[in-house]
């Protein structure tokens, strides 16, 4: 992997988590309002599965496993 992939790699994992702490407190505040949109609750949720996924992928692209 060269540098400047690893650097891309690294700024769409930092967005994703911004994302990921974006969709949680948006999911909190969801939850907290007195007739929660049900639906959309569960949207939120899948989309923050989905990016979890996509952190995980990524992370081990950029520190792949070592055996040892």
Not at 10 to 21: I, K, V, Y
Not at 28 to 51: G, Y
């Amino acid at each position: 992997m060269t540098d400047e992939e690893e650097r891309e790699l690294g700024a769409e994992l930092a967005r994703l988590q911004q994302e990921h702490r974006d969709l949680d407190a948006a999911i909190d505040a969801l939850h907290q309002s007195p007739a929660p949109d049900l639906l959309r609750l569960q949207r939120l949720k899948k989309r923050k599965l989905q990016l979890r996924d996509r952190i995980s992928f990524i992370e081990d692209q950029i520190t792949p496993d070592i055996i040892a």
